[in-house]
């Protein structure tokens, strides 16, 4: 069993930055694919971003790419989500996931450990 507590949310003016991160329990984190997704009221949750266990492989939804970067510290058991220049419309819960499949890639669909959210409020 995982268990994935994330931090870092918080109330940003439109072109700021926050990064969040979600620190894991649990000693095969390093052998986990990593994914952050969100939810803004009154949306299904979707996919933002996602790495492989060694971080070679990441993946991103086309309206963050270039804007956020997911990177990954093994020794600390901890993913993070850099979040630059956001906009109102990235308003939401942002979750970390992972993958409990061994050396997989990073997927955007599947996971099997979910955390439980941080809010990130981006005004205008």
């Known amino acids: 069993q995982v268990q994935l507590v994330e931090s870092g949310g918080g109330l940003v003016q439109a072109g700021g930055s926050l990064r969040l991160s979600c620190a894991a329990s649990?000693?095969?984190?390093?052998?986990?694919?990593m994914g952050w997704f969100r939810q803004a009221p009154g949306k299904e949750r979707e996919f933002v971003a996602s790495?492989?266990?060694?971080?070679?492989?990441?993946d991103y939804q086309d309206s963050v790419k270039g804007r956020f970067t997911i990177s990954r510290d093994n020794a600390k058991s901890t993913v993070y989500l850099q979040m630059n220049s956001l906009k109102p419309e990235d308003t939401a819960v942002y979750y970390c996931?992972?993958?409990?499949?061994?050396?997989?890639?990073?997927?955007?669909?599947?996971?099997?450990?979910w955390g439980q959210g941080t809010q990130v409020t981006v005004s205008s």
């Open positions: 649990g000693r095969a984190f390093s052998h986990y694919a």
């Open positions: 996931a992972a993958d409990r499949a061994f050396f997989g890639p990073a997927i955007r669909t599947g996971y099997d450990y």
């Open positions: 790495i492989n266990w060694n971080s070679r492989d990441t």
